[in-house]
Structures are given as structure tokens and as C-alpha cells.
């Protein structure tokens, strides 16, 4: 049983985040993730290298039989339904769009409405329309617009164009797609009925990364025999365990969060749910291991 | 006859607008209007006597039997239904209200729909609903969300609140007033739905102004004498006009504007269209002194 800590998951000083077990599963090269360097120019490899934690041996290239890896749910999830154990089925894919919706400016006393083309009239039905969207695709499909700017944004002036943000998630690749489609379809029927254009860009796709089985199975039977409440979830984030799982069965256990907030200085777990969770993960690597 | 250019008709470079015909009407005190000062801190006073204009007769205080006062519509309606003339009923009233909807601030990718408080969502169908309430007493309301600003404003975080303006025009005071009340309703209704909470505040009121009958039947009068095509229209915007009314019979003739288009360098009236304002004006003058 070995035990690993990566280097650099979050992100914050230097990105991308999951570096080290990106460069461990050969989705980043090593010289990249090593050149990779934070708003000071310093790289990874100088900074490990004056902390001493280079190390020697090699990054990736050696087989293991699976990786289990813990982490709170940073949801609301598992709180609200009073469990103890999420048995992670995988992580959702995410797809990124920008999009703008043109109307044309007018002075919001002389125009009347029926000679309006209003941006964020258009906008506003999209956002709605994107919500229902995701709530078709219940339970696990989420759709968020959390950007959206106004232009010329002014009281008195009818807007002219309006951007937003639309952020898709499901954790089968093929439902996602689909959403995708369907976002389309709403933005044009709606922009078309309101004589307003638009413009849609996808800006990032990120796949689906399913759990494996014998992983998840094992983490079911870890909870189940350690008398803990739990349920199979999907990972609304991304993890290490989503890189490691290109390369070897790959699990996850979620314990819950206070309010299921996270990266913030709110985020808490109680030691009672903390201590749940690792011994899931010994019962889990037992259980596996015995297979 | 008298002929009236009335000083600083636009406020834009002395706030608040249409100052002279406010000081003539009473609705400013000369001192007020005097005292107004641009933004290098030079007032009013001072620049009528550095160029000669300040005049020795006081301003109001004088008799007269009414006033008609010329104006591009800077709107579409006589451009779109080729009339050469508006007979102007009167300007709408405005009411200008800020709205902030609240709900909490959330992950993307890991708060399941029925787990969220978006207050974007919320804003939405409200936007959308001030759009129907408009609709909902066509012709002559107005409605309009120009400005709308999302916070947190990033991609993978469901908006925790939303602040937008709410610009309502009609040219009665009763139905202005019952729009408000509307309004309120669609805010109520929404934000309790949603589970989020609402705060609005009316910012500004500007009374409705309704023309003299007389004046407007003799404007309509002189239209058809003239043989020009003419229809009754509401003004959309603020004119020394509105502050006249307070104290005489008054009237407005609207000529048409290219594609609505005002306070824009695209601004444009045909010679014939202003030729044809002139000649009904005079007609309306004639028309009026014979009652």
C-alpha cells in the first residue's frame, strides 16, 4: 500500500491544477508540468528543487493494482440527505460556452415596445430557458449562466447586446452532448422570435471520467461493513483520481461538508465524518486488494 | 407672436434639464436656475454675463394665451406609419426604480439544481415579466431593464445577487401607478418561488404632463388644413414644453426622425418633414389666437 500526496492539485499558484498526477498519467509531459511557473516566473521544477521535494525517482511508468482517493463532496449533497459515505461513480464532463445576444439601442421613453430589440429581454428568456434545460435532464445534469454583462447598460436605454457565460455539466458524455444541442435550439428559437441575433462559442470541453467498477463496488461494501449511511454520487469537480483513472481503476469516497461549501474559509468537515472517510478507504484498499 | 429658445433645454452641461423654462414656469426658484454650475464649477450666471446673454426683462411672471413648442419625435412611430405630423396628447410619466434580488452564491459543478438559490434565474423571469407587464397595457407603456450587473460575475459560480434598474413610462398617472403595483407582484411572486429575497426602491418620479385639448385640437386642425398626414402621439421624452403646461395652455408637433434616432450624430430630419413642422406650427398659432 503506498500512500501519495500530488503536487500541485489546486492550481492557485501554479496552473493548470493536477499537475503532478497529469504528468504521473501521461496527460502532460514531464518538461511541461516541471516548466510550468507561477506570476513571479519562478517554475515547479526551481521551486521543488529550493524546498528540497524533487525527489528521485521517476514521475509515472510504474503499474499498480487501483487508487483510491478521499476528498469531501464540496456539495451540499450528502448533508442534506444525512449520509455519511458518497461511493463516487465518476466525475461529470463539463462543456464552456460564451455567447452574445444583439438587439439594437434604443431610448427606452421614445421606443415602443413593440419596435424594441432588446438584448436582455432575449438574454433573460436563454438564462430561464437554459435552467429548464438542466432541470429536464434531472437529476444530474447542471447548467449555470454565472457571468452576464449589459451593454450599453444604461437606465434609460433599451440594451443592445448582452454576453453570458453557460457552464453545462453531466456525467454522461453522450446527455451532455445532447444539452449541448439543446442549447442551441433554445438560443435560436428564442433570439428568431424576438428578431435579435446571436453568436455561441465553446471555449472548453472537459470528458466525462467514469469511475471503475470493481473500485466503486468495493467502496459500497467498505461502507456497508463500517455500519455508515451512503449512496453512489457523481464528483461535480474535477480530482487527481480523474487522471489516474486514464491509466488504472480509480475510486473516490466523499464525506460531507458543512453546507457543501469548499474553497472558501468556511469550508468544514467534522472529525467524526473525517474519520469515517478514512477508514472507507483502508476497509476499501482491503477489499480491493482481496479481490 | 413671441419666439422662445429656451436656455439649457438638455442639461448637458448645467443638471438638471430644461432650467429656463423651469425658472419661467416656477418650478425653480432664478436663483436655483443662476446658481447652477457646469462640472469646472462655472454657473450659469456667470456664463449668460460673459457672453453677453444674461437680458434685463425677468423671467416669467408674464401673460400669455399659449405656447407651442416644435420637436423631432426621437422615436419611430411617424417614420414607421409615414405620418408627417404627431399631434403631441401630453409626455408620459416616469417612475425609476433599483431592484437587487439575493439568493447564495454557489459551485457550478458541484450544487444540484433543486439545491440552489440563483438569484440570476430570479432576475431573469422578473426582466421578462416587466417585459409582459408592458405588453400588457399596449399601446402606451413602456418598461424597460437597462442596467443589470451579476455578482460574484464568474463562470462556475451560481450568482448570489443580481442589481438592475427598472425604468417604468405611461403617459397616465393612474395606470403608471398601477404598473408599479405590478411590479412589486412580479418581484413577490418570483422571488418567493425561488426561495430568494428582493429589495426595490423607487429612485425617481417624474408626474405625467397632459397638453392643453385646445392646443392639440388646433394642431391637429392646422395638420389637416395643411394636408399633411398626422396621427395623436405621446412623448416619450422631457420638453421645456412639460413645464410650461404647468402654467398655460400648450401644445407639441412632433416631426419624424430617421429610424427613431435622437441624441446620436445619426440624428436626422428631412427638409421637408422640419418644413412641413414649421408650416403647422404657424397654422396651429393662427388657429389658436381665432378661438
Known amino acids: 500500500v503506498e500512500a501519495v500526496a500530488w503536487t500541485n492539485e489546486e492550481g492557485a499558484r501554479f496552473a493548470p491544477a493536477m499537475i503532478a498526477s497529469g504528468v504521473f498519467a501521461g496527460v502532460f509531459s514531464e518538461e511541461y508540468g516541471l516548466s510550468r511557473a507561477d506570476?513571479?516566473?519562478?517554475?515547479?521544477?526551481?521551486?521543488?528543487?529550493?524546498?528540497?521535494?524533487?525527489?528521485?525517482?521517476?514521475?509515472?511508468?510504474?503499474?499498480?493494482?487501483?487508487?483510491?482517493?478521499?476528498?469531501?463532496?464540496?456539495?451540499?449533497?450528502?448533508?442534506?440527505?444525512?449520509?455519511?459515505?458518497?461511493?463516487?461513480?465518476?466525475?461529470?464532463?463539463?462543456?464552456?460556452?460564451?455567447?452574445?445576444?444583439?438587439?439594437?439601442?434604443?431610448h427606452a421613453g421614445t421606443t415602443p415596445m413593440p419596435a424594441r430589440h432588446d438584448a436582455l429581454v432575449g438574454a433573460a428568456r436563454i438564462v430561464d430557458g437554459i435552467h429548464t434545460l438542466a432541470m429536464s435532464h434531472a437529476p444530474d445534469a447542471v447548467a449555470t449562466v454565472g457571468r452576464l454583462l449589459v451593454y450599453p447598460g444604461s437606465t434609460n436605454v433599451v440594451p443592445g447586446s448582452v454576453f453570458f457565460s453557460v457552464d453545462l455539466r453531466h456525467p454522461d458524455d453522450g446527455v451532455l452532448k445532447e444539452m449541448a444541442s439543446e442549447l442551441e435550439a433554445i438560443l435560436n428559437g428564442i433570439t428568431a422570435g424576438l428578431k435579435l441575433s446571436h453568436d455561441l462559442h465553446e471555449i472548453w470541453y472537459s470528458e466525462p471520467v467514469p469511475f471503475d467498477p470493481s473500485c466503486i463496488a468495493s467502496i459500497r461494501q467498505a461502507a456497508e461493513e463500517g455500519g455508515y449511511a451512503y449512496r453512489d454520487i457523481v464528483s461535480g469537480a474535477g480530482h487527481d483520481a480523474g487522471n489516474i483513472a486514464k491509466i488504472a481503476p480509480t475510486g473516490m469516497i466523499f464525506v460531507p461538508c458543512a453546507g457543501g461549501i469548499s474553497h472558501n474559509e468556511a469550508e468544514s468537515a467534522t472529525p467524526e465524518d473525517l474519520a469515517a472517510g478514512c477508514n472507507v478507504l483502508l476497509r476499501a484498499v482491503l477489499a480491493h486488494a482481496s479481490l
Open 39 to 106: 506570476s513571479d516566473g519562478k517554475t515547479i521544477a526551481e521551486e521543488l528543487d529550493r524546498i528540497g521535494y524533487k525527489g528521485g525517482l521517476p514521475c509515472g511508468g510504474r503499474s499498480f493494482r487501483a487508487l483510491f482517493e478521499a476528498h469531501i463532496e464540496q456539495g451540499p449533497v450528502l448533508e442534506a440527505e444525512n449520509k455519511t459515505i458518497g461511493a463516487v461513480s465518476g466525475i461529470q464532463g463539463i462543456r464552456w460556452f460564451e455567447c452574445t445576444v444583439s438587439g439594437s439601442e434604443s
